[in-house]
């Protein structure tokens, strides 16, 4: 409690004798035991751990063609590869876009806007149409369980006769 009343967290551990060798390193590290322990965390000046924060997306990323993904990464608008979100630093999306697109260089806000637009209509297109797809062979699926069902029969005989039956269907 005197933590929270101090710091104002309750999920912020002090840092103690044992892991002050510990703190700057991420990754794999032997204990004294020699398991391996696995470090990702940093300390403040108040000797309390914090966890790593990641980056969050900046509207200003679009002038270097950047969007965001669903996973909350940048992803370039014109080579549309989307990058891990450790990159997400206007260093970094700046160092992509110059060496990888050096043509694009002197382009506008609003011609990358009109890309992502398009890059966010596709992907939408798309996603309707798999959407629709898949719902579709739920449904026949669904339907052919019913009908085996209804007549009583084993679900065996799904495996063993109709499945190759929708095997040639789908293959013509």
């Known amino acids: 409690m005197d933590r929270w009343l101090k710091g104002g967290h309750f999920n912020k551990k002090p840092v103690t004798e044992e892991s002050l060798s510990t703190q700057s390193v991420e990754g794999r590290i032997n204990d004294e035991n020699g398991s391996q322990v696995v470090h990702r965390c940093n300390s403040n000046a108040n000797g309390f751990i914090n966890p790593i924060k990641k980056c969050k997306y900046n509207e200003s990323y679009l002038e270097m063609g950047f969007s965001e993904t669903n996973d909350c990464q940048p992803q370039c608008v014109i080579c549309l590869k989307a990058l891990p979100n450790s990159s997400m630093y206007p260093g970094k999306l700046r160092r992509h876009f110059e060496?990888?697109?050096?043509?694009?260089?002197?382009?506008?806000?609003?011609?990358?806007?009109?890309?992502?637009?398009?890059?966010?209509?596709?992907?939408?297109?798309?996603?309707?149409?798999?959407?629709?797809?898949?719902?579709?062979?739920?449904?026949?699926?669904?339907?052919?369980?019913?009908?085996?069902?209804?007549?009583?029969?084993?679900?065996?005989?799904?495996?063993?006769?109709?499945?190759?039956?929708?095997?040639?269907?789908a293959t013509f």
Do not use: W
Not at 100 to 121: I, S, V
Not at 122 to 128: F, G, L, M, P, S
Not at 159 to 165: A, D, R
């Open 99 to 169: 060496k990888t697109h050096p043509d694009y260089e002197g382009k506008t806000t609003d011609y990358f806007k009109r890309k992502r637009t398009e890059l966010l209509a596709v992907q939408n297109k798309i996603k309707t149409h798999v959407q629709t797809d898949n719902e579709n062979a739920l449904r026949a699926s669904y339907m052919v369980s019913y009908r085996i069902a209804q007549k009583g029969e084993a679900h065996t005989i799904a495996e063993t006769l109709i499945k190759p039956c929708l095997i040639d269907i």
